[in-house]
């Protein structure tokens, strides 16, 4: 590993980006919704335009599945 490589993730760590810290709200999500409906919801409470597959990854991260 390059000693600059290091450093960036070193400052990665101290300050995380504005998208991890999305990621995070997003992962507070509770209930039984699939990923088009969390997406809805997102874009209506926090005015967010999140790509679908986004929330589909997150979602599957976390072992969520919608209650079909």
């Known amino acids: 590993m390059s000693r600059s490589g290091y450093y960036k993730?070193?400052?990665r760590q101290e300050r995380p980006s504005q998208k991890?810290?999305?990621?995070e709200?997003?992962?507070e999500v509770e209930?039984?919704?699939?990923y088009r409906r969390?997406?809805?919801w997102m874009k209506r409470k926090?005015?967010?335009?999140?790509?679908?597959k986004r929330?589909?990854?997150l979602m599957r991260e976390m072992g969520i599945q919608s209650g079909q």
């Open 9 to 11: 993730w070193v400052k």
């Open 20 to 23: 991890h810290l999305e990621d």
């Open 25 to 27: 709200q997003l992962q």
């Open 31 to 34: 209930g039984i919704y699939g």
């Open 38 to 40: 969390v997406k809805v």
């Open 46 to 52: 926090y005015k967010l335009d999140i790509n679908h």
């Open 55 to 57: 929330v589909q990854r």
